[in-house]
């Protein structure tokens, strides 16, 4: 197998024909010819079902993930199209109570005429005794947005199926590089492509893989009924995009790194967590699971006026609520209503150079 740079500039490309592009354009249609009276064989017909560009990048995704990957518009069209697939009326669904927010608002608010029974617990644990018993689905995400906690995927998921339930793995925070929660025995695995996968900030997107021939037949019948499409020209613009992401991890990564190391012993910096550290609570199962570090990381300062006047000082950093692109950014998470204390951040580190982006952090607090 080719390694994570290589796959991630070649993967789901065409075979290369004298006078064509590298990476063909993206296809615009919403009927398709038919050729004759009647539809041909398994050739697109009509533009909600199916578009090759959308399997273009969906081959190369899979290839990152492990297994075959159906694209969506949005990280929480992945998350609404997963739930909507596998769950049932009355089924009990296991969540992490420090996850994404929006996850838990949209199984509250428009999952609630399925009747469901939720069980929450922390990322981090501990799983009680008989959580999974008579679950339909357990959903996990690790690394915890925002607050970075890793569970052990294989040693969940090994107790999960026994008890017969499925297992997702919201993989947004790791990304595909990153983690491959299909080769830990997960069934499926989901991520918001909008942050690093497509890393520039300017996309949204989302995806969804599994390996089971008929769970991902439920997946795109979902997609196809309820239209939750990727637009052909975005989703070229990701694959194109995707050719960097090896490149761009690294780089965050060194930065996270070398911002948690400098932030740790700061006066004003308190809480700061990130997987890659070997003195973080998490490092050890996470060194376990992940394949490489991420460039997200969390610290606390005072308050919000604190968080307030470090964008405001910074030159190199912004106030954005999302994570993944070449800009670094921070995000106080309490203002969306995360339980968090006020100061409470989570930075993601850009592609600036290292050493700038570290004196303009500390130039800022100072």
């Known amino acids: ?36 009276s009647d539809r041909l064989g398994d050739s697109d017909f009509y533009g909600r079902s199916g578009n090759p560009t959308w399997r273009a990048l969906e081959t190369a995704i899979g290839d990152l993930d492990g297994g075959q990957c159906l694209l969506l518009p949005s990280g929480m069209a992945a998350i609404g199209t997963l739930l909507r697939a596998v769950l049932h009326a009355g089924d009990v669904l296991v969540l992490p109570t420090d996850g994404y927010y929006a996850t838990r608002e949209f199984v509250r608010i428009e999952l609630s ?28 995400e690790t690394p915890s947005n925002p607050g970075l906690d890793v569970c052990d995927i294989a040693a969940l998921a090994e107790r999960a199926h026994a008890a017969g339930a499925l297992v997702a793995v919201d993989n947004t925070t790791a990304t595909p590089l990153g983690q491959r929660p299909l080769e830990l025995g997960a069934d499926a695995v989901l991520a918001s492509d909008t942050k690093a996968l497509c890393g520039h900030s300017d996309l949204l997107l989302g995806h969804v893989s599994v390996r089971d021939e008929d769970l991902a037949r439920r997946l795109v019948r979902v997609r196809t009924l309820s239209g939750a499409i990727p637009a052909p020209f975005e989703t070229w613009l990701a694959h194109r995009s995707m050719a960097t992401l090896d490149l761009r991890l690294a780089r965050q990564a060194e930065n996270a790194a070398a911002l948690a190391e400098a932030l740790s012993g700061h006066r004003a910096v308190s809480g700061v967590r990130w997987p890659g550290m070997p003195s973080d609570p998490a490092h050890e199962v996470a060194g376990r699971q992940m394949r490489r570090w991420g460039g997200v990381l969390r610290f606390e300062l005072r308050d919000a006026e604190a968080v307030r006047r470090l964008v405001s000082r910074s030159r190199l950093v912004s106030g954005a609520t999302s994570f993944g692109g070449v800009h670094s950014t921070v995000d106080r998470r309490a203002q969306w209503g995360d339980p968090v204390p006020e100061g409470f951040v989570r930075f993601s580190a850009g592609c600036e150079d290292t050493e700038d982006l570290v004196a303009d952090v500390l130039a800022a607090l100072d």
Do not use: K, N
Not at 8 to 25: K, Y
């Open 113 to 140: 005429e399925l009747h469901l029974e939720v069980r929450e617990v922390p990322t981090a644990g501990p799983f009680p005794d008989g959580v999974f018993d008579g679950a339909r689905l357990v959903l996990l």
């Open 1 to 36: 197998m080719y390694g994570d740079g290589t796959r991630c500039v070649h993967g789901g490309e065409t075979e290369p024909a004298s006078g064509e592009p590298f990476m063909p354009g993206p296809v615009f249609a919403a009927p398709y010819h038919l050729g004759g």
